[in-house]
Structure formats: C-alpha cells, structure tokens
Nanobody, 121 residues
Framework: QLVESGGGLVQAGGSLRLSCVAT????????LGWYRQAPGEQRELVAA????????KYADSVKGRFTVSRDNAKSTIYLAMDSLKPEDTAVYFC????????????????WGQGTQVTVSS
C-alpha cells in the first residue's frame, strides 16, 4: 500500500514536506521515488532514492530545491520541497523508481491516491 500525505496550498517561495508510507512487501528493499502529474501532463519522476539511501536522483527542474529521504524503520519516504514555484503545482505520488533507467515507470495498477500540491503566485 502507498499512502501519500502532506500536500496543500502554499504561496510561491514557500515550503512543504510530503510523506509516503510504503508498506508493500518489497518497498523497504528497493529504490523509491516521488512522481508528479500536473493537469494535462504526463506523470514524471521528480526524485528517487535507493534502498540504503546512498544514492539519489532529481529532475533538473527541482534540483537544489527538493530533497528526498527515507526512513525504512518507519516504511516512509519523504520529499522536502523548498522555494516552491507555481509550476510545481501537481498531484504528487510515491512508488518504485530507478536511479539508472530514465524510462522506468511503475505498473499502472500500483499507484496510490497521491497528494495535491498547489503553489499560488
């Protein structure tokens, strides 16, 4: 199960911290990531982190502003978002990810409900 939380409405320049409880059997041992989908757009990978937290990957659009982390003991992955921009507005999801494959996308039936992030200008 994937349960995202922490979204909300924030002004440009503000911050939010998203959480995702990932309790599927294999989640603690695999790379997880945050994705987002804006209206009319394709879902895209925003950030990913390996199971042991030694490697991370970020989309160019969020580098230097977003930080991904995880706590395997709590089955939770986090996304700290700073200096938010209106273009960050989207529904944010967590799921399995790949640090190495730019085309990896989790199965269509594996997604949670996501959490809405809205950044006003």
């Amino acid at each position: 199960q994937l349960v995202e939380s922490g979204g909300g409405l924030v002004q440009a320049g503000g911050s939010l911290r998203l959480s995702c409880v990932a309790t599927r059997t294999a989640d603690s041992g695999r790379t997880l990531g945050w994705y987002r989908q804006a209206p009319g757009e394709q879902r895209e990978l925003v950030a990913a982190i390996t199971a042991d937290s030694t490697r991370t990957k970020y989309a160019d659009s969020v580098k230097g502003r977003f930080t991904v982390s995880r706590d395997n003991a709590k089955s939770t992955i986090y996304l700290a978002m700073d200096s938010l921009k209106p273009e960050d507005t989207a529904v944010y999801f967590c799921n399995s990810a790949s640090i190495y494959s730019p085309t990896y996308m989790p199965p269509a039936d594996s997604w949670g409900q996501g959490t809405q992030v809205t950044v006003s200008s």
